[in-house]
């Protein structure tokens, strides 16, 4: 159940590196379509935000089991994407997130805690 998932961020472009971050993006959106083609990631989409000169311009998001998201943010591939989108592009990074039940029971799980206190 993709009841867990990976958010990956960015801000704006390193000068000069425009070019370099546009084709990035095409070969991600391949990566993307063949993680959920061999079955590594249940299915993923993307948003861009409306300029504000805030951080972050857009997003990129996995859905996945947490074994799916666990082995993709691990992976070679996916960790040179990472590098990569560094390079080009200010405050890229990800983090995971949860949903659907996964997000359910971590809430339960605060709610326990704070009724210890």
């Known amino acids: 159940m993709a009841d867990h998932g990976l958010a990956i961020t960015w801000g704006d472009f390193k000068p000069g590196r425009e070019r370099k971050a546009l084709n990035l993006w095409g070969e991600a959106v391949a990566f993307n379509d063949k993680a959920v083609a061999d079955g ?13 000169g805030t951080f972050p311009a857009g997003a990129v998001r996995f859905y996945g089991t947490a074994e799916q998201i666990g082995a993709v943010t691990g992976a070679e591939d996916f ?28 809430v339960a799980r605060v709610a326990g805690a704070v009724d210890l206190l």
């Open 40 to 52: 590594r990631i249940e299915g993923w989409d993307a948003v861009l935000f409306e300029p504000s």
């Open 79 to 106: 960790l040179a994407f990472i590098e990569r989108g560094q390079q080009f592009l200010f405050n890229f990074g990800f983090r995971r997130f949860l949903i659907g039940q996964a997000m359910a029971d971590a």
